[in-house]
């Protein structure tokens, strides 16, 4: 589906995290500003759980490989031959095949849309559970689709997703321990990083009272949060 021009973009958010590893989007990236018109690749994709409830909490993208294809500038058509090999090599590596529940394609100097030819080929890839389809343009654009095959097939073409970075041993305590010798923070609510409606609402009102913002920056807040003035001047202060 293509969206009409001039329409913004609204990505939906699953209620789980859709990821793809910084290591992975780099190779894509650059198979993507080599190639002189499309390409494409397949992704091992990542379940990742809830430790107590065992809920699939994100899918994460950890890894893309580059199989054997024909690629125009409005086309691209992996070998069969070369993704069977691709199967084969992952399951001598213990790896299971079944991962494979990504494909991503570049849509060289046009626009990000899901086409008829990508269409049929996300259907073609029917693995009786889900695939996620990434597909992005030299110009750094992006569009990830999720798709169910089972009970039937259903799709989402436009949904959140952002890069995962790996943790770096010490870095995050290192980041925290500098912000803390630096930073003072006035005027905010203490809190462990959940603010509710309520602290927001505060900080707004002590924000406006200040006049650190104006009548267009607030709205534009309140926008941002979905709120109505009225909700907003009826929060108890
Ligand atoms: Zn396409």
């Not at 996620?132 to 039937?152: A, E, G, I």
Request: hydrophobic share 40%; aromatic share 8%; proline share 3%.
């Amino acid at each position: 589906m293509q969206l009409p021009k001039n329409r913004p973009r609204d990505p939906v958010a699953l209620g789980i995290k859709i990821q793809v590893d910084a290591l992975a989007m780099n190779k894509f990236w650059t198979w993507t500003d080599v190639a002189r018109g499309e390409v494409s690749c397949l992704g091992l994709v990542e379940e990742i759980r809830d430790a107590n409830t065992g809920m699939i909490t994100a899918l994460l993208v950890s890894d893309f490989f580059l199989v054997k294809q024909c690629c125009s500038l409005d086309e691209t058509m992996m070998d069969a031959a070369s993704v069977a090999e691709l199967i084969m090599n992952l399951e001598a590596q213990g790896i299971d095949s079944r991962k494979l529940r990504c494909w991503a394609h570049s849509h060289g100097s046009m626009s990000v849309f899901w086409s008829g030819t990508d269409d049929d080929c996300i259907a073609g890839l029917a693995n009786g559970e889900y695939l996620l389809s990434l597909v992005v343009n030299k110009q750094r654009h992006t569009m990830m689709r999720l798709d169910q095959y089972h009970p039937c097939h259903l799709f989402v073409t436009d949904v959140s997703w952002d890069v995962h970075y790996p943790l770096v041993d010490g870095l995050a305590e290192q980041c925290l321990q500098e912000f803390k010798a630096k930073v003072i923070e006035n005027g905010l609510l203490s809190g462990n990083g959940k603010i509710t409606n309520y602290e927001r609402a505060h900080d707004l009102h002590a924000a406006r009272e200040r006049g650190a913002l104006t009548d267009i920056e607030l709205q534009d807040e309140l926008d941002f949060l979905g709120w109505e003035p009225c909700d907003f001047d009826e929060q108890p202060f």
